[in-house]
Nanobody, 115 residues
Framework: QVQLVESGGGLVQAGGSLRLSCAASGTIFSINAMGWYRQAPGKARELVAVITSGGSTNYADSVKGRFTISRDAAKNTVYLQLNSLKPEDTAVYYC?????????WGQGTQVTVSS
């Protein structure tokens, strides 16, 4: 059983910063990638950023240049640094871990950006 525990969400003013963390625990075989998704009220869940086991990264166009994904492979932990936050970044942010056969999700952490 794999568990993902997210932390770091909160309320911040526009232009501010937050750092999200996601720690994976349990029996984990061969991680392909870890990433962050978000879901705003009334909208579909969307990819924010992903980092592969090889260290390659990919970002949604809406966050390029503002968000940075990183990882500590030894700790099975992924981070998302959110800078220059905008009200439209308000959403529940979910951590995802993908292996060859399975995909796991965290419980989500709320990020609210006030204008």
């Amino acid at each position: 059983q794999v568990q993902l525990v997210e932390s770091g969400g909160g309320l911040v003013q526009a232009g501010g910063s937050l750092r999200l963390s996601c720690a994976a625990s349990g029996t984990i075989f061969s991680i392909n990638a870890m990433g962050w998704y978000r879901q705003a009220p009334g909208k579909a869940r969307e990819l924010v950023a992903v980092i592969t086991s090889g260290g390659s990264t990919n970002y949604a166009d809406s966050v390029k240049g503002r968000f940075t994904i990183s990882r500590d492979a030894a700790k099975n932990t992924v981070y998302l640094q959110l800078n220059s936050l905008k009200p439209e970044d308000t959403a529940v942010y979910y951590c995802n871990l993908g292996t060859r056969y399975l995909s796991y999700w965290g419980q989500g952490t709320q990020v609210t950006v006030s204008s």
